[in-house]
């Protein structure tokens, strides 16, 4: 989309206020968002919102992307409703920390989840959670407070960590060389990753470590740094919610995701293929899914795959290009060939299903978003909640494969997500529109496909973890 087309969305007055709980003023930073160059709007057809993927999601050989949707139903906010009032809010159903406790199991279900109506949240997380981004986000602490206070979530023990420094080490709370703070969609996604961690696994302490720049070598930089902040607090995980294309020389970069008593996550991505890192073998690989509820009332129906096909986006998945196929996924050879399939895990991230997020840097407020963004952080907090601390990424999916291999994974720790399709059409696996996971499963007895991996986390309410 043309930035004259862009410019054109953005001035018809409903459409403009992508952040629909915002006072006017907010406006125009949701304009800063759109206009930066490579941010596009995309609207494709009239009964759908426009949704708006920042700037920082467009594809650069040689750099990570964020995987954020921002999303706008092109409504008036409800009668009665302030525009500077919080979610959740009547006739929006994007989901609350409170719902997807509920959707997910993690608090005993009632009132068909619905985000308007359920306000019990869950409690749970020890050790650590460090994410993982690029550049500076200066309101990060007083924007997760005022999410906190929101949805009443316990106190958050958060840090901002400069990830601009030696490698390895972690240095004290904003210290040395501050990152250059970005408007171009980078700090939208910080924000979105430490509020879904806190949402889930609200005991554990929250790193953001910043990376200078969204090169892969600062990137890898504040990985090594984000590994060493988790591993001064007894261990725990590392999530990221970004990634690119696969390229040749990836596989010198997986040893940034072995650090002694650590997890890696990172998200799939939001369109037919595979991204690094959530290719690598020591990475759980996050997907995407879709929460469909009743229009009228609000209640949750069920999950499926992650396709807005009219969009030209989905989740990712698929088998890697470079990476060769781990000890752990030999029970699902007969899948993935021999390469690393991905994803692992997943939950949802379909921008019409999307989350509440609180930023006030760039976005002015409270917005609603989607992308696999928004299952990895959710997915590393899952983990993290259920106190599965492996000692290793490798030794977490070794753990998982071999539970599903025995028959005690699906079902019992995981909701299989078989409906739906994903991946690029004609893609082996499918009918010629894309992996399809009911075909799949019905030829292999295998719960395992290239859109959700092995499904959705299912909370003791629901199941187990």
């Known amino acids: 989309m043309s930035k004259q087309t862009t410019h054109k969305l953005l001035a018809q007055p409903l459409l403009a206020a992508l952040f629909l709980t915002v006072s006017p003023g907010a406006v125009f930073a949701a304009q800063n968002l759109a206009v930066q160059p490579g941010a596009v709007i995309t609207k ?4 759908l919102p426009a949704i708006l993927t920042p700037a920082s999601g467009q594809a650069k050989p040689g750099f990570a992307h964020t995987n954020i949707k921002i999303v706008n139903w ?8 302030r525009p500077q009032a919080g979610p959740p809010l009547p006739g929006y159903l994007y989901e609350t920390p409170a719902s997807l406790a509920c959707v997910y199991g993690f608090v005993a279900q009632s009132s068909g989840c619905n985000p308007n109506s359920v306000t019990t949240v869950t409690s749970g997380g020890s050790k650590a959670i460090a994410i993982v981004d690029a550049f500076d986000y200066p309101t990060a602490e007083s924007d997760l407070n005022t999410f906190i206070s929101q949805f009443g979530l316990a106190p958050a023990n958060f ?27 980078w700090d939208v996604e910080a924000a979105l ?18 990376a200078a720049s969204s090169s892969y070598t600062d990137m890898m930089n504040a990985e090594s740094i984000a590994t060493a902040c988790v591993q001064s607090a007894g261990g725990g995980e590392v999530s990221n919610s970004w990634g690119s294309a696969e390229w040749s020389g ?30 690598s073998p020591n990475v759980f690989g996050v997907g995407g899914t879709t929460i469909s509820r ?24 698929g088998p890697s290009a470079y990476e060769a196929i781990p000890s752990y996924q030999s029970g699902i050879a007969g899948i993935v060939g021999s390469k690393r399939g991905t994803p692992d895990l997943a939950m949802v991230a379909d921008p019409l299903s999307g989350v509440w997020v609180y930023n006030s840097y760039s976005a002015g407020g409270w917005i609603g978003l989607g992308g696999t963004s928004v299952a990895a952080p959710l997915v590393t907090a899952v983990i993290n909640r259920a106190s599965f601390f492996w000692g290793s990424s490798f030794n977490g999916l070794n753990n998982i494969y071999n539970l599903a291999s025995q028959g005690k994974l699906v079902g019992t720790y995981t909701t299989d997500i078989n409906n739906g399709l994903c991946g690029p059409a004609g893609a082996a696996g ?10 799949i499963e019905y030829n292999t007895n295998i719960a395992w496909d290239w859109c959700t991996g092995w499904g959705s986390p299912r909370g003791s309410h629901a199941g187990h973890f």
């Open 74 to 81: 092109e409504k008036p906010a409800p009668a009665g409703v």
């Open 193 to 210: 990753d430490i509020e879904m961690a806190h949402a889930i696994a609200p005991g554990a302490k929250l790193y953001l470590v910043e």
């Open 430 to 439: 499918g009918f010629g529109n894309g992996y399809d996971p009911q075909f």
């Open 250 to 279: 990836e596989t010198a970069l997986d040893s940034y995701f072995t650090g002694a008593g650590v997890a890696y996550f990172a998200s799939a991505g939001d369109t037919a293929g595979v991204e690094y890192p959530a290719a």
């Open 44 to 47: 494709p057809r009239a009964n």
């Open 159 to 185: 840090q901002v960590i400069y990830g601009t420094g030696a490698a390895s080490t972690c240095p004290a709370a904003r210290t040395g060389t501050a990152p250059t703070a970005s408007t171009s969609g």
């Open 294 to 317: 009743d229009q009228t009332t609000g209640a949750y129906q069920s999950q499926s795959t992650w396709n807005d096909w009219a969009y030209g986006w989905g989740t990712g998945g």
